[in-house]
């Protein structure tokens, strides 16, 4: 039976499929040139930082079952006062782009026609009546 040897990659914890414009940077320079220790530890750092993002987010997608509204104000997994902000801005502005169709659709045929008729009797005066009564 044959037996795969692990990488040296794999001893040290999973291999994530990341990208960023720190790494780009830093994966480009270190193909350059000998980093120094500072730039070894903004690496580090660096990697550090995508890693834990893609975790938040692969953990956000996985926690959260569609549909579910998260306790917070805006309904959202945001976590800064600015983004909380967004959220409900734009849920906001969604409201009130759909409230003009909500209220036609409330419109029985008997409101239209009130709503015509008042219409028509600013624009010609008092005196206009509705054809067919």
Known sequence: MTT???SPFE???PTYNIDGAALTKWRRL?????????????YGAAVENTVKAKQKSEFMRASVEPGHRHPCAS???YTTGEEIHNAI???QAAQLLAYPAQVR????PLTWRNMYNYAMEEKHGPDWQPKGN
């Open 30 to 42: 270190a193909r350059q040139r000998e980093l120094t220790r500072e730039e070894k530890r903004a």
């Open 11 to 13: 001893e040290w914890g």
């Open 4 to 6: 795969w040897k692990k």
């Open 89 to 91: 801005r734009a849920q």
């Open 75 to 77: 309904g959202t997994a």
């Open 105 to 108: 659709r409330e419109r029985d």
